[in-house]
């Protein structure tokens, strides 16, 4: 069972940035600039576009897949993750290095590739499953089961333009899910589709790992990557930063790449405040705890800000700041206690527990910059920018704001409201 | 090839390339399939433009240049002379504008999902044997019916046209499909350059008028265009021309088509590695 399924070697793949520019100009300006280029030349000017800036998307990379593992890869965006599933799925070549395969290999790097929106379900079904490789008799074979997993069988000759988004997703799905690869390569795919179909999915991804097929899945969902994946690689930058077993990759992404990183602390020479004022720590904390993972949405998180006047005499209000992972403002929250406000603190240690209640905040990622300063006009001695993170999810159990309703719930703060409904005829 | 045994991906030579192909080319017929269901779902008269497209093109044609101009037609009916200049024509025209196109219009797929990228401009060249067949079929009623003119060609001498077509077409397609690719323009212009390599071409005069106005001399070197060939050759079956096929002007076409094809074939492949970076 110590085959190797996948075998990746000194992988590197340069992109020349501005290319993609340099490329769409028109035919007639590249011929301008080479008819150009002899009298630059002679000119004395340096022909133009040598000092390409390149960008290494994926910088020597090396690693094995044993036949029969779910490979997990995790990273930021921009980290070389769809570079590199780009490159296994013969996409685009890589610069240099090289990669060996044992089986039959299908990728879905989207889902519905190559759907026609004027074609019928039916028409669809056989030209995404040969566009994914699978012979037509197979496709015969196993259509009625792909429709049925689809749960689309009174639509199935309908064209798809009259399908709702969630519908071709099925679809497009159910397709794929019934594809026999030897190797399955999955680029974050399941971001889509409703949470019970979503579910269907993963038990189906979850099927063909078991069935000593190799899965290489990459996603931004930590909890899916956890659930499937034996192994994960941490990818940072075009390198892998971390190969490990999952929980051990991903509490490594959480700390070292901030993305839910609970806990920063500055020496008082890295502190980014005044000489009068040292910022120690940021934590996040879930009953005096410091967090470990994801949050439940119903529970109350507490952020601990310690600090210290080294001087008499300043004012020295804390602020708490909340982002959401686009960078989009959540809110603002000051301390309102007027034992502290327009007041000038003596020196000492201080401490500021702050707590965001539960049933407030939506299912995301959220990063929080912590600022001190006076308090009226709000003047910052201190900033520490995205200093902690943590994210939240919803376990979709009972106490929840979202009763019985399975969809996504949009916006930044699903907070429980008090709502009195009655019948009034 | 063994499924026990790594292989490692990476630059195939050609003999691996055209195997790959063979292997999928299941997916070819469903590209053909789904290019031509495409273009006949949602209009009115479905598979009736097949009809309709060359025959409108046909009788603006004779109108314009048969009755108004009054080009000579070889001694045919000048509907049966510009005619049998569409067949091959309209092919060519049809299946190059197309294949200019096609990487572009399937980008999402270029970028989503690996196979032979030939499979795109094969699917229209294909396709449009579909149109060409249909304008055959609409030339013998024409001529058996309108003109009573009584058609015995020999297939083996229609071949010999039709595979330079063929070749010929092929070629213009990789060139253009890879070329526009990288250079957004050539959409652009490749309607202009057929619409002037049509009357460049023997379409709507005969090339005895060539010769008349111009000199003999110039024939020699038009042959070079292998557009020329084609259609005088197909000219030459379809009208049941005595003698053998004009191979003076065939023969320069299939040297010429021979490089625009091997330079096509090596431009594309290539570019092709490049093809999901750039499109």
Redesign the interface.
Known sequence: MDQ?AV?VENLSKV?RLG??IT??E???Q?LGVLALKPINRMLGRAPSGEAVPLLKALDNISFDVPTGQTLGIIGHNGAGKSTLL?IL?????PSSG???????MA?L??VG??F?P??SGR?NV??NA????M??REIQRRFDDIVAFAEMESFIDT?IKHYSTGMRVRLAFAVAAHLDP?ILIIDEVLAVGDAEFQKRCLNRIEAVGESGRTVLFVSHQLNTVSRLCQRTLVMDHGHIVHDAGTLESIRYYNERLGMARSYNSWTPEESPSRPFLTLHEVEILLDGVRVDGAIDVRRDIDVRIRFSANEEGHELSPCLQIFDSSGNWVFVSLDPDPAWQRTKRPKGDYESLVTIPGNLLNEGMYSVSVSIGTHDVYYKYCFAHDCVAFSVYDSMEPGNTRGGYTGELPGPVRPALRWQSRRIT | MSSNEMRYLGRSNLFQYFSEMWVQRELLVFLVWKHVKVQFAQTALGVAWLIVRPLLNVIVLTFVFGRLAQLPSDGQPYLLFVLAGMLPWAYFSSVTNQGALVLLGNSTLITKIFFPRLFLPFSVAIAGLIDFLVTLVLFILISVFMYQQMLSFSILEFLVPLVLLLSFTMGACMWMSALAVDFRDVRHVTGYILQMLMFAAPVVWPVALLADRVGEWAISWFAWYPMVGVIEGFRHVLFSREGSLPWELLGPGFISTFVVLVTGFAYFRWRERQFADVV
């Open positions: 190797l075998r992109y290319e993609h490329v769409s028109t035919l007639f590249q780009k799925s013969r996409i685009t070549e090289r990669i060996g395969v044992r089986g039959r990728s790097l989207e590739t190559g026609h004027d074609l028409d056989f030209l040969a566009i994914l490789g012979p037509k064209p030897d």
